[in-house]
């Protein structure tokens, strides 16, 4: 899956990952491989990226949105702590 996180100043992240967790507005949600089409709010809260089994990367949002769309996930956050 290929993520991209953009705030309004620049692009924070931008690579293949194989599971996202973000920091949705009723709850954190994890984005697979092959995840069924979303849009969702997303609050203050911790995005963790994991490349593979060792590899993870952990940003901390300030609110935002997300979409995820035939393995592409964009989180579109209103700035990084």
Request: charged share 25%; net charge positive.
């Given at each position: 899956?290929?993520?991209e996180?953009?705030?309004p100043d620049?692009k924070?992240f931008?690579?293949e990952v194989?599971a996202?967790t973000?920091p ?6 994890q984005i697979?491989?092959?995840h069924?089409?979303i849009?969702?709010t997303?609050?203050d809260?911790e ?12 940003f901390f949002?300030?609110?935002?949105v ?12 209103e700035g990084i702590a």
């Open positions: 899956m290929n993520l996180i953009l705030t620049k924070v931008e690579g194989t996202v973000v949705g507005t009723l709850g954190s949600f697979l491989k092959d069924a089409p849009i969702s997303l609050e809260g995005v963790i990226i994991k490349a593979n089994k060792a590899d993870e990367q952990r949002i300030k609110g935002g997300v979409e995820a769309i035939h393995n592409k996930i964009v989180v579109l956050a």
